[in-house]
């Protein structure tokens, strides 16, 4: 009798052995089978169901100068409600961009005027918009199927050497302030300016770091030189971010992108790098021709969003590559995942900032799916899709208030 069990035993495991072997590669024989279709399917249920947070979207300097209603399809620019509805965009943070000509008050003037605009389309359309200052913010605003609109400032020169600016900033919603922009300013070098005045932060840029600690205002190192970065690492407590950067590796010699060692470093202190769509700043080619695009704008006095702007680069791009693609976009989210790991990126596009410089296939903010498409096509799993839509900014972002917090508990106690 023994033996007939021990027979039967044996059968019944290689029964289930044999099986196993049959069934477990047939199933996964049916994921890797999926089609475009069913994962371009896949791709928009994941941009319906989540949160998508966008970290540097330049709307409102567009429609200060060429009103416009962005509850509805607008002409021109990147971004508008519908659009923004179609690609599952949830989270624009709204820039206050500083041209870096400008004097102190003329800076303030036009961050008042940012900021009366966004408040503007919450009042009017509040069952649509809403300021968001905090992640709690944008998680209730998202429960309640309404656009969060969170501000932010690309320049710091508004702030003049008056650190009490810092307070009024955090009072009106300002969640990040860029240092600079194209020049060095009184805070720091600019990574597109050859005068390094600094060497990195000023002695006032240095305060300036401790004030936003203080705040919970995240400093945003995009456009900073790499001294600056490394300074910032080591004077802040708090993690820093790069809002819309992408990587060195793909551009030899670009500054404007963050080299691995800064990568690998701004994770290390629990920061985050958000992958800036700009073609020029994706590939090397597209950056040598949108450059030579660029510098025949300025020399002939043209508006690149005229119509003889638009002209010419269209007639350019004929015989030019002057856009990038979605792959690219992934290529540069894979190589941080792999330097950093994929708790340390994100997506922080430049739309309505970049000039002709969007991606063939991500011409505006309806294009989130088209960046999800290609992460499920390289086997990444919703969870860590998710992590890259949004939930890495708001770890970051949640971080750097919960330290301002602690900040405020030591000084009580």
């Excluded at 993690?239 to 793909?250: D, E, Q």
């Excluded at 919703?382 to 890259?388: A, D, G, S, Y």
Aim: aromatic fraction near 8%; glycine fraction near 6%.
């Amino acid at each position: 009798m023994k033996t007939v069990k021990f027979i039967k035993r044996i059968t019944l495991i290689n029964i289930i052995t044999i099986l196993l072997f049959v069934i477990l590669p047939s199933c996964i024989s049916k994921v890797k089978e999926k089609t475009d279709e069913e994962l371009k399917e896949m791709a928009l249920k994941i941009c319906e169901n989540n949160i998508i947070l966008d970290s540097h979207i330049d709307w409102p300097e567009k429609y200060l100068f060429f009103p416009e209603d962005i509850s509805g399809k607008t002409l021109k620019g990147d971004f508008d409600l519908v659009r923004a509805k179609k690609g599952g965009l949830n989270v624009a943070l709204s820039v206050a961009y500083i041209n870096s000509n400008y004097e102190v008050d003329e800076g303030r003037i036009l961050v008042d005027s940012v900021i009366k605009l966004v408040a503007g389309f919450t009042k009017t359309y509040p069952d649509k918009f809403a300021i968001a200052k905090n992640p709690d913010n944008i998680k209730k605003n998202f429960t309640n199927n309404l656009f969060s609109l969170p501000l932010c400032l690309e320049n710091g020169t508004p702030i003049g050497d008056d650190l009490g600016y810092l307070k009024y900033l955090k009072r009106q919603g300002i969640v990040y302030i860029t240092l600079n922009h194209d020049k060095a300013n009184q805070i720091s070098d600019s990574n597109f300016d050859k005068n390094r005045k600094w060497h990195g932060l000023s002695p006032f840029g240095l305060e300036m770091i401790k004030e936003m600690n203080n705040l919970g205002i995240m400093i945003d190192i995009s456009h900073s030189t790499d001294s600056t970065v490394f300074q910032s690492l080591r004077y802040s407590i708090a993690p820093i971010v790069a809002t819309h950067s992408s990587c060195r590796y793909f551009t030899p010699g670009l500054e404007r992108n963050l080299s691995d060692t800064l990568i690998k470093a701004i994770a290390d202190k629990n920061g985050i790098v958000m992958v800036n769509l700009c073609s020029m700043f994706l590939d090397s080619i597209c950056m040598k021709n949108c450059s030579y695009l660029l510098d025949w704008y300025r020399s002939n006095k043209i508006n690149m969003d005229s119509e003889e702007g638009i002209e010419f680069a269209r007639k350019y791009e004929e015989t030019h590559t002057i856009k990038s693609n979605s792959k690219q976009v992934v290529d540069h989210i894979e190589h941080i995942i792999q330097i950093a790991g994929i708790d340390y990126v994100g997506i922080g596009s430049d739309y309505d900032g970049m000039g002709p410089s969007q991606p063939i296939d991500l011409p505006d903010v309806s294009s989130y799916p088209t960046i999800v498409f290609e992460l499920l096509k390289r086997g990444y799993t919703e969870e860590n899709i998710k992590k890259i839509l949004s939930d890495n900014f708001l770890r970051v972002w949640n971080k750097v208030i919960e330290i301002a917090d602690s900040l405020h508990k030591d000084l009580a106690n």
